[in-house]
């Protein structure tokens, strides 16, 4: 069984208080002006060919660690790692501490 396929779909509901309401409805932590961030990982992580080309662990094939202007795939492994959490059933709200922090080592715009 695939592990897009042990969940109970993308509208079904937990049955544990502390887990989401329902499988990959968890809160996105602001870290200062993060909601617009915020807002688009939420789109991507509910988009579901993406989210479970993530969760299945396909993207690792697609990642270039060569290209000098990239990051190495540090980025795409700290949104995977993100989307593992989100779809994990053990949060109702995440903290994207670790996924700000590898965007602002590459894009300084959005470091502090």
Not at 15 to 37: H, I
């Amino acid at each position: 069984e695939s592990r897009s396929e042990s969940r109970s779909g993308w509208g079904g509901r937990g049955s544990s208080s502390s887990s989401p309401l329902a499988d990959g409805s968890v809160g996105l932590n602001n870290l200062g002006n993060t909601c617009f961030m915020n807002s688009m990982l939420q789109c991507l992580t509910h988009t579901q060919p993406l989210a479970e080309f993530f969760l299945e662990g396909k993207y690792r094939g697609d990642v270039n660690k060569d290209n000098v202007l990239g990051t190495g795939g540090k980025l795409v492994e700290s949104y995977a790692q993100l989307v593992n959490k989100n779809w994990s059933g053990k949060y109702s709200s995440i903290v994207p501490r670790e996924f700000k922090a590898t965007l602002g080592k590459f894009a300084p715009q959005f470091a502090g």
